[in-house]
């Protein structure tokens, strides 16, 4: 393969993408993520030659002079010299199957809070994930835009033909305005497939459904064999007293966002029979775990990341920049819930709503579970980030 065969790309510098023992300029990086893509889009053809100093930093590249490299895409794998060319769907797949779980997952999400989109990032190129189909709420036409600018970003082999379920006749604009800040500009599309759909499909497939967002997509339920939800609450009677934190103690119910956005739909999931096993990820214990500084430079510190984290790490960086005490991690953990439950602890439940607020009450045998205590931060760390750190959480 020559260089002049390849769509897309940027001439770089490896060391000027490159501090020393697999540090790396995260500007740089995403610069180069962000590089001119050719008329069909980025190219999702890797080299035939690894640069190990680049390679460190999870980039694969092909090599055409001595001193520069066309950086083609960002993954997190080390790849030896001599490699044929191959889609980036193939070598996502066949990373798949060194973990000893991968699962399909659905994301049902919402683009106003950016933990969402960070979500979308990370799932996109997690190697135990395999992100079968997307739906949005409200579902409008610069969302359906938003996502597949993400996906393209980050070099998912099914970007183009992802199916991402929206409401066709939305036309209020339903981003904040840190995206923009974040991701540059994207181009609106309008939904090509209505959300009801979509979710079928994916039950259909064995798909994990991972709710980020307020329900109101989801009002015909469909036959998910399990649902990871970021929402719900937990209060004392349920949280054993080491595990309790301040902000929430002596309380029995709270407002939570998702439930509440779409209450009459979030309580019929939970007494549905149709859905299997139900798992509740509580706001109080997301309010627990926050990307603040000291996590983004551990995620710095990796000595290879997958693109969807560089693009995270990225938006971390202007977020931090307007929020010094960080950013709690909703979705992120919901998600690493859904690759791996036994990162948190859980109780059987019975959930109900009183005067507008979620609570709890223990049930035994339950096919609802609700998380009192994420019990491994350092086992979420390296599922987050797909690592084997030794670092200090």
């Not at 994990?208 to 399990?226: D, V």
Request: proline letters at 6%.
């Amino acid at each position: 393969m020559r260089g002049d065969d390849l769509r897309g790309g940027l001439q770089v510098n490896p060391l000027d993408c490159c501090h020393g023992k697999g540090r790396y300029d995260d500007h740089l990086l995403t610069k180069a993520l962000r590089g001119p893509r050719g008329e069909d889009g980025p190219s999702n053809v890797l080299g035939e030659v690894s640069d190990p100093v680049v390679s460190r930093v999870g980039a694969v590249v092909i090599r055409t002079t001595p001193q520069t490299i066309l950086l083609i895409s960002l993954v997190d794998d080390f790849f030896e010299d001599g490699v044929s060319s191959q889609h980036m769907g193939d070598i996502h797949r066949n990373r798949c199957k060194n973990h000893p779980m991968s699962i399909k997952i659905h994301f049902d999400m919402e683009t106003q809070d950016p933990d969402d989109v960070m979500t979308l990032a990370i799932l996109a190129t997690h190697p135990r994930v395999d992100l079968v189909s997307l739906t949005l709420t409200p579902g409008g036409s610069d969302q359906v835009g938003l996502v597949k600018h993400v996906l393209e970003r980050v070099g998912h082999p099914r970007a183009r033909i992802m199916q991402v379920g929206g409401d066709p006749q939305r036309g209020k604009a339903s981003v904040s305005a840190f995206h923009e800040k974040w991701l540059g500009k994207w181009e609106s599309k309008t939904p090509t497939y209505i959300a009801q759909d979509v979710l079928d499909s994916a039950a259909r497939a064995g798909a994990t459904l991972l709710t980020g967002a307020p329900l109101k997509n989801l009002e015909r339920i469909p036959p998910f064999k399990r649902w990871v939800a970021q929402g719900g609450f937990a209060g004392d009677s349920v949280v054993p007293l080491e595990y309790r934190i301040p902000k929430f103690a002596g309380k029995e119910t709270c407002a939570t966002f998702n439930f509440g956005g779409a209450p009459k739909i979030a309580e019929a999931m939970l007494e549905s029979p149709e859905i299997g096993k139900k798992l509740l990820v509580s706001k109080n214990v997301c309010h627990g775990v926050t990307w603040d500084r000291s996590f983004h430079q551990q995620v710095k510190a990796l000595s290879k990341i997958t693109p969807g984290m560089a693009l995270v790490l990225h938006g971390m960086n202007l977020y931090l920049s307007k929020n010094p005490e960080g950013k709690k991690l909703h979705d992120p953990l919901a998600m690493v819930v859904a690759i791996e439950p036994d990162v948190c602890e859980f109780r059987d439940v019975e959930v109900y709503r009183q005067r507008g607020e979620w609570g709890s009450r223990l049930k035994e045998g339950s096919d609802v579970a609700i998380t009192v205590a994420l019990k491994d931060r350092k086992r979420f760390f390296e599922v987050l980030t797909d690592s084997d750190y030794s670092g200090p959480i």
